[in-house]
Structures are given as structure tokens and as C-alpha cells.
């Protein structure tokens, strides 16, 4: 118990060290030409499944990804939905998001959602049953209507007789809308 105490402070130390600096210059912020993007898009890519939850059905793999992104207004937050597919069954995780304007044309983002697994057992690069995923990303505009964006997702319990979690890297190009 001390032991996990101990890395959960280390890790707030840290969190607190990289966020001061932008929570105590906003000034800076208002100064620079349009940071973020405000683009709301639909993508297409990759999705790798890198965890194995220790049980058949549940192993590591590759599969695809669309995404999508609609900017809530004047808010930080976006909508998002994603769904994940194998040769064996898809994943669908509707998600909310906050986003962080980083750069000119380019957010971080941390999401919360669910995963629906179609085909409860059956491997997708998110595990193989239904499970609340957190994730983060990062997502840039590079050209005029189209944008560049990769996060990774972590399904909290997100296999079947384990209390594994499963972890997949997504990315993509996605078209401004």
C-alpha cells in the first residue's frame, strides 16, 4: 500500500510540474496567432492492440480504425466516437473529450468513453469485452481540410476472466468537416 502511495504522489509531482507552466502564463497564450484546432473531422487508420490479458481470445493485435471529432462549441470539450475492427469483431467506443491547444493547428486531448465489443470473447485491438476506456492523444492540422491524429486508449478491465487492462495505439488522416 505504501508503495503505490509513494508512485501516486511521484506521478501527481510531475503532472503538477508540467501543467504550472501553462496555467501560470496565460498571457502568453492570447499573444500568439490561433492555437488549437477547432476542426471537427472524420479519419481513417491503423489500430494496434499491444496487451495480451493472459487467456485465449485475448492476445495482441492489428487492426483498423475511423474517428471521428465533433467540436462542442466554444467549450474545450468534443465529442468523439471511434471504432476499432479486426478480422474478427469490432469494438464501437463513443467517448467525450478534453481538449488542449498545444500549437498552431494542433490539440492534446484526454478522452473517457465505453467500449461496446460486438462479439463479446472475441479479440479487438481494445480487449475483448465491453469496458470503460480512458485515452490521450494528439491531433494537427497539415493541410487545408486535413489533419493527422494518434492517441492511445486504455480499457480498464477490459478482458474476460482477467483483470487485465488492454491498451491500443491508434492513427490516422483525418478530412475537416
Not at 471529432?69 to 463513443?94: C, E, H, M, Y
Request: glycine content about 12%; cysteine-free; hydrophobic content about 40%.
Amino acid at each position: 500500500m505504501k508503495n503505490i502511495l509513494k508512485s501516486l504522489m511521484t506521478i501527481s509531482a510531475l503532472s503538477s510540474l508540467l501543467i504550472a507552466p501553462i496555467l501560470l502564463n496565460p498571457g502568453q497564450a492570447s499573444a500568439e496567432t490561433k492555437k488549437g484546432t477547432n476542426a471537427s473531422y472524420v479519419g481513417a487508420g491503423l489500430a494496434a492492440g499491444v496487451t495480451n490479458g493472459g487467456e485465449n481470445n485475448d492476445a495482441a493485435n492489428l487492426g483498423g480504425n475511423l474517428t471521428g471529432r465533433v467540436k462542442l462549441g466554444n467549450t474545450p470539450f468534443s465529442a468523439r466516437g471511434n471504432v476499432l475492427w479486426n478480422d474478427q469483431t469490432t469494438a464501437i467506443i463513443p467517448e467525450v473529450s478534453v481538449d488542449v491547444p498545444i500549437a498552431k493547428g494542433t490539440n492534446a486531448f484526454l478522452t473517457g468513453g465505453y467500449s461496446f465489443v460486438e462479439k463479446n470473447g472475441s479479440p479487438t485491438p481494445i480487449g475483448n469485452r465491453d469496458a470503460v476506456v480512458v485515452g490521450a492523444g494528439i491531433e494537427s492540422e497539415v493541410a487545408n481540410n486535413f489533419l493527422i491524429y494518434t492517441n492511445a486508449k486504455v480499457g480498464l478491465s477490459a478482458y474476460q476472466n482477467s483483470p487485465a487492462s488492454a491498451v491500443s495505439i491508434n492513427g490516422g488522416i483525418g478530412y475537416r468537416f
